[in-house]
């Protein structure tokens, strides 16, 4: 189920952004072009897998969450990681495997560990260990929680399921972020999901909240209550109606244009620029202009 | 003392002098304590961090990585070892992974184990040996428990490697005694690496060394003694306490051979070969020789089980055709 995306005219206005709210939404977008402009001109090596359309997301959650919380991401984690660690040199750096590089190398785009962030590019496969991570802090840090990014289809896996009923069972502090963002690779998540992601929490007595709001503002008053009510041992799980803009990795996009055309329409890229133009054309500006320096700067620097 | 007792005994210690140990798995907490009763008395004593859990071998293990994760340390019951092939995504693409794929080296101290092994009739789904699946994996490794080691020094070594260990523990060891070995063999203590040897007492050149971990031990021990008594061939036996990464002092002797139930075709023991043809070669007098079940699934019909499994009439028709022809 991805938001019904209106024209992008139909659409009601945002409410005011923070300046650095909105500087970090250009950032990491700004990330993700660069890193596509990059793989076009041969620059990059292996795949990668951008979150364009999906920004707004770890971006709305952060100030959710706490230094103190664990975060786990995914194969899509490059926005989950800038909104954590604003470090796009360093992200950067690690996927193209050069000095100053978060994990030296090794891990690439879906496999990076910094303090208490974590990207693993098995889907699913993160529950479990964050349900691990969980007890941990239930016992040793009470009040912090361990927050994981799914995708929908995540839920084909397993995995997803049996931490569920852990976390339910246990009353862990996990909190569950799924991006629904209607399609799985190439797959449209209604040929692969029967049923319902409300659905599922409701299976396992778990808490479910649902948004299509890309209004940051809005999202953090929506999940707030919530969020806090996880740290207390009530295991929360959260459905972002998205939308990918971008393809799976590279070049591997089979919808019609028509639809993607559909999807931008609703992107809080162009909402943001609609309603606060002034503020939206300066922060761009200069996020596009950071990236260019990081991307010039990194990809002069010696191998990791 | 009983192979049980003992793995019970390291356990209780070891939840005593680690105050951040959990551990996990199906129907451990008393008053069952466990499908073999190896967990028996941990809940009572330690109700927070012996926790029985849902059937979910992958969460479990995914449980335990986390908790390694966060600085603690975990053990992982799985139920029965043939389970553990429905944890090894968390084992090999996490567990393991994560001990180096972050650039720097994060320390993960979880041990699962795993009851393998048949010889009780379970059938072919709760009777195997899945060593040989988890072996060459970076970041992983793997023990097996032995009458001949005491389990606390294995889990110590274990934990203290700070990466995932799998510990492999042969169902029909449980209820046989611990350091026992029939006359006129005679036992040492382990070496540095925890391989325990079992010789004559001469000092002697013996016909053959055999390399047989702890589940084969005492078949391979009977085996030894009818060799002996009955073909004067005499055998010097090496128990390693760590299957892999496999290392070994090898003692004086030509001919070799490795004794393992799991089925044939990519076993340890082609592993273990592999090792000796290494450093060994030029003193040997043929390739080292495998003994191990047959390519077969384990029936559960007495009959039809023996006809599979690695016995000591196996081990003693193997060895005795081999140096006799």
């Given at each position: ?45 292996g ?20 230094p103190?919380?664990h975060v786990f991401s995914?194969?899509?984690g490059h926005?989950h990681y800038?909104?954590r660690h604003?470090d796009p040199e360093g992200l950067l750096a690690e996927i193209m495997g050069r000095r100053g590089a978060v994990c030296g190398g090794v891990g690439g785009s879906q496999h990076i560990r910094r303090e208490r962030y974590l990207s693993t590019g098995?889907?699913?496969e993160s529950?479990?260990v964050?349900?691990g991570v969980?007890?941990h ?161 990194v990809?002069?620097r010696g191998l990791s | ?64 990585a986390g908790l390694a994760l966060a600085g603690e340390s ?18 090999v693409n996490f567990a393991a992974k994560s001990v180096s794929m972050y650039g720097s080296r994060v320390p993960m101290r979880m ?26 994996v970076p970041g992983l490794a ?17 934990f203290a490697r700070q990466e995932p260990c ?160």
């Amino acid at each position: 189920m991805t938001a019904a995306a209106p024209a992008l005219e139909h659409a009601p206005p945002l409410t005011e952004p923070a300046e650095e709210d909105l500087a970090l939404l250009l950032g990491i977008r700004a990330f993700e072009l660069t890193l596509l402009d990059l793989f076009g001109k041969g620059m990059l090596n292996g795949t990668t897998h951008t979150c364009l359309g999906q920004e707004y997301v770890p971006v709305a959650l952060e100030p959710l969450l706490d230094p103190r919380d664990h975060v786990f991401s995914n194969h899509r984690g490059h926005g989950h990681y800038l909104a954590r660690h604003r470090d796009p040199e360093g992200l950067l750096a690690e996927i193209m495997g050069r000095r100053g590089a978060v994990c030296g190398g090794v891990g690439g785009s879906q496999h990076i560990r910094r303090e208490r962030y974590l990207s693993t590019g098995v889907q699913g496969e993160s529950l479990p260990v964050a349900c691990g991570v969980a007890l941990h802090l239930r016992r040793a840090e009470p009040g912090a929680l361990a927050c994981v990014y799914i995708g929908d289809g995540s839920f084909g896996e397993g995995a997803v399921y049996e931490a569920l009923n852990l976390a339910s069972l246990w009353s862990l502090p996990l909190l569950v972020v799924v991006e629904n963002n209607g399609i799985a690779q190439s797959t449209p998540t209604a040929d692969g999901l029967a049923g319902s992601i409300a659905g599922r929490a409701a299976a396992f007595g778990v808490e479910y909240r649902h948004t299509d709001s890309v209004d940051v503002n809005v999202i953090r008053e929506q999940l707030g209550p919530a969020v806090r009510a996880v740290r207390a041992g009530a295991p929360l799980l959260v459905e972002f109606a998205t939308r990918r803009l971008g393809p799976h990795s590279k070049g591997d996009d089979t919808r019609p244009a028509e639809q993607l055309e559909r999807l931008r329409a609703g992107d809080w890229y162009q909402r943001y620029a609609r309603d606060y133009p002034e503020r939206f054309q300066r922060l761009d500006r200069q996020a596009r202009e950071r990236m260019a320096a990081v991307a010039e700067d990194v990809a002069a620097r010696g191998l990791s | 003392m009983r192979v049980a007792e003992n793995l019970n005994a390291a356990l209780h210690g070891l939840l005593e002098r680690t105050p951040d140990l959990h551990l996990l798995g199906e129907d451990v907490t008393d008053p069952y304590g466990g499908a073999f009763r190896i967990t028996r008395g941990l809940s009572t004593r330690f109700p927070e961090r012996v926790l029985s859990t849902p059937i979910s071998e992958n969460a479990i293990t995914g449980v335990a990585a986390g908790l390694a994760l966060a600085g603690e340390s975990a053990i992982v019951e799985i139920m029965f070892g043939d389970f553990a092939t429905l944890a090894f995504d968390q084992l090999v693409n996490f567990a393991a992974k994560s001990v180096s794929m972050y650039g720097s080296r994060v320390p993960m101290r979880m041990v699962v184990r795993c009851p393998v092994g048949g010889g009780r009739g379970y059938g072919p789904t709760h009777s195997q040996s899945l060593q040989k699946h988890f072996l060459g994996v970076p970041g992983l490794a793997l023990y097996e428990v032995s009458p001949f080691r005491d389990n606390a020094e294995v889990f110590a070594e274990m934990f203290a490697r700070q990466e995932p260990c799998v510990l492999f523990e042969d169902k029909v060891l449980y209820t046989r005694p611990m350091y026992q070995v029939p006359a006129p063999f005679r036992l040492e203590q382990p070496d540095g690496r925890g391989t325990a040897r079992v010789s004559l007492d001469a000092a002697a050149e013996p016909d053959c060394v055999v390399i047989a971990a702890g589940g084969v031990a005492e078949r391979t021990l009977e085996a030894m003694r009818s060799l002996l008594l009955e073909q004067e061939i005499v055998c010097t036996l090496l128990v390693p306490s760590r299957l892999y990464p496999f290392e070994v002092e090898l003692p004086p002797g030509r001919q070799v051979f490795v004794v393992e139930e799991g089925t044939a075709g990519g076993t340890w023991g082609a592993e273990v070969a592999h090792v000796i043809h290494s450093a060994h070669w030029g003193r040997l007098d043929r390739p080292v020789t495998l003994v191990h079940s047959a390519d077969s699934v384990i029936p559960t019909a007495p009959h039809l089980e023996r006809e599979v499994l690695v016995s000591a009439g196996t081990i003693h028709r193997v060895i005795q055709e081999t140096l006799r022809g």
